[in-house]
């Protein structure tokens, strides 16, 4: 299983980005499809994810700003990322977790960087 994560990048803030993971190799049924992020000295936090049956979670900072969404088909993921602010500059990196059996597993995507300048 591979994920790959694009569309990082440096913008200023208010600006906006779009995140996209493209996954390959999974063949078993997708649960939940999300995207967290890593500042420099802090630890990985979620930032939003989708269950397979479209329900959403976002971080608090980033709701009303930031959109998932996913393509079942292609398996792939997205993040909108609008009104950007310095402190979503991080590293961000995607996440899946497939159902195998009784087995839940994660995969996770490189990293993209976003830099958010003020």
């Known amino acids: 299983v591979q994920l790959q994560a694009s569309g990082g990048g440096l913008v200023q803030a208010g600006g906006s980005l779009r995140l996209s993971c493209v996954t390959s190799g999974i063949r078993f049924p997708i649960s939940v499809m999300g995207w967290f992020r890593q500042a420099p000295g802090k630890q990985r936090d979620l930032v939003a994810d989708?269950?397979?049956?479209?329900?959403?979670n976002y971080k608090d900072s980033v709701k009303g700003r930031f959109f998932i969404s996913k393509d079942n088909a292609r398996k792939m993921v997205f993040l909108q990322m609008n009104s950007l602010e310095s402190e979503d500059t991080a590293d961000y990196y995607c996440k899946v977790n497939v159902l195998s059996g009784q087995y839940n597993m994660a995969y996770w995507g490189q990293g993209t960087l976003v830099t958010v300048s003020s």
């Open positions: 989708m269950k397979s049956d479209g329900t959403t």
